[in-house]
């Protein structure tokens, strides 16, 4: 669980970089966005390398 002042110091750091953030966010939608060589290659690994990434963010 966060702390209040850890929260305060995330929320002070984005904006601060606010600028930055947003297009780093934004390029990762686009990556995101475009099919991968592997995708279209082997689907079925595909799926499972996206399970894995997937759990790991939890």
Do not use: C
């Not at 780093?24 to 799926?47: I, M, S, W």
């Amino acid at each position: 669980m966060l702390t209040l002042e850890q929260v305060y110091e995330a929320i002070a750091f984005y904006l601060a970089n606010r600028a930055d953030i947003d297009a780093l966010a934004k390029e990762t939608a686009a990556f995101e966005a475009l099919p991968q060589p592997l995708q279209a290659k082997d689907p079925n690994f595909y799926e499972k390398l996206i399970k894995v990434k997937q759990q790991q963010g939890k």
